[in-house]
Structure formats: C-alpha cells, structure tokens
C-alpha cells in the first residue's frame, strides 16, 4: 500500500523558518511527481510546490516563490519542503501527495488535487506571535 507520512511541522514566529518532510513507504518515490498542498481552516486545499520524479523540474505558487524551495532525496525516499520568512498566511495544515502519472506529471504553477493520490496525514504549520 502506498502512503507517505509528513513531519517537520510546528509553531514558529514570522520571519522563521521550518522544514517539512514527506517519507514513503510502500512505494519508491523516485517513479513520482510529488506535490506539496496546504488547508488552512475554512478554505480549499492549495497547491504550494512540485518537484518531478528526478528532481530536474520544480515549481511553486506566487505566493511563496522565493520563500520555499522543495527538494528531494530519492535514496532516502523522502522529499523536503525547506520554508523561510514565514508568515501568519502560511498557517495551515501541509500535505504532501504522489502524482498520478507518475514521472509523466507536468510540475506547473497550479496544482490540482485530483491529479495527485497517496495523500499523507499532513501536519500542522503555525506562523505566530
């Protein structure tokens, strides 16, 4: 059974920085496209960043371009979402998620979460004061 676990959360002032993880098991990562998506109270799931199976292509949402950069490393089958400057807007709830079509997934800008399945329990991110 596929499943990815995500860690790395917590509460953390603004302008503070925190590094999400997103392990696999079941499954090698390496074969998937992984997104990473967030949901804070009240709101749809969003995506955040993609990085493509090799790590060659990676992609983020305005929002957080050159904020956040997504890494992975596929001998320890786990990808990272390294975050700066954080701010309260970043608050929620971070998933990550493997690519449907696997290595053929296209990383945009723009996300969809139906593209993506194995979702993860997510953890929670907290930006305050």
């Known amino acids: 059974q596929l499943q990815l676990v995500e860690s790395g959360g917590g509460l953390v002032q603004p302008g503070g920085s925190l590094k999400l993880s997103c392990a696999a098991s079941g499954f090698t990562l390496d074969y998937y496209a992984i997104g990473w998506f967030r949901q804070a109270p009240g709101k749809e799931r969003e995506g955040v960043s993609c990085i493509s199976n090799n790590g060659g292509s990676t992609n983020y949402r305005d929002s957080v371009k050159g904020r956040f950069t997504i890494s992975r490393d596929n001998a320890k089958n786990t990808v990272y979402l390294q975050m700066n400057s954080l701010k309260p807007e970043d608050t929620a709830v971070y998933y990550c998620?493997?690519?449907?079509?696997?290595?053929?997934?296209?990383?945009?800008?723009?996300?969809?979460?139906?593209?993506?399945?194995?979702w993860g329990q997510g953890t929670q991110v907290t930006v305050s004061s």
């Open positions: 998620a493997a690519a449907a079509q696997g290595p053929y997934y296209y990383c945009s800008d723009y996300l969809r979460t139906a593209d993506f399945g194995s």
